[in-house]
């Protein structure tokens, strides 16, 4: 996606030569896995990125949030998808598990936003809204699909998870895939 979004808007001297930001919204965030681990891939894979990139992380729940601003997880939950390599690059060992350096935190920001009542931020790259809406009856599924929709920039990409669909609710998206993943 991040490639794509680069050739789409001219190469990295032309977005900073226009002051672009490539914004991603991780909605729906829980504890913060999801955004950390994007702030962390684009860290590993796009360095140069890093002082472009706005990542906003948002959830229901006051409770989630604050655990995701501590970056506090145990050691179950960093060991069970995080690679040694990462963990001990940018983890640091407490006595009941891992918490993320600053570095990484210091890259996402934390909101509170109710899908269905809220404004949701605007003009979004890359928006991330995985295994949310399964929880949501039809009628307001669709209600936050278009909300979502009306959420993206232009040439924005929407990442729902594995058992969610568009199909019924929107119908002017295009399916990408790459490798295993559909967006």
């Given at each position: 996606?991040?490639?794509?979004?680069?050739?789409?808007?001219?190469?990295?001297?032309?977005?900073?030569?226009?002051?672009?930001?490539?914004?991603?919204?991780?909605?729906?965030?829980?504890?913060?896995?999801?955004?950390?681990?994007?702030?962390?891939?684009?860290?590993?894979?796009?360095?140069?990125?890093?002082?472009i990139i706005d990542i906003q992380a948002t959830d229901i729940s006051?409770?989630?949030?604050?655990?995701a601003k501590a970056g506090n997880y145990l050691e179950i939950e960093v060991d069970r998808g995080v690679e040694e390599r990462i963990r001990d690059k940018y983890f640091k060992k407490t006595p009941y598990g891992y918490e993320l350096v600053s570095d990484i935190k210091n890259l996402v920001r934390f909101s509170l936003l109710n899908l269905h009542l809220d404004v949701y931020p605007r003009e979004m790259d890359i928006l991330f809204c995985r295994n949310v809406a399964i929880y949501?009856?039809?009628?307001?599924?669709?209600?936050?699909?278009?909300?979502?929709?009306?959420?993206?920039?232009?040439?924005?990409?929407?990442?729902?998870?594995?058992?969610?669909?568009?199909?019924?609710f929107i119908d002017n998206f295009t399916i990408q895939e790459y490798k295993i993943t559909r967006y």
């Open positions: 996606i991040i490639p794509g979004w680069l050739e789409a808007n001219g190469g990295e001297h032309t977005i900073r030569s226009k002051n672009l930001r490539l914004k991603i919204w991780s909605a729906g965030c829980a504890t913060g896995q999801e955004p950390y681990s994007i702030a962390l891939t684009i860290r590993e894979f796009f360095p140069r990125l890093v002082d006051q409770v989630a949030l604050e655990k949501f009856n039809k009628e307001d599924r669709k209600k936050i699909y278009t909300k979502l929709k009306n959420s993206l920039g232009s040439n924005g990409i929407l990442a729902l998870g594995s058992a969610e669909s568009l199909f019924g």
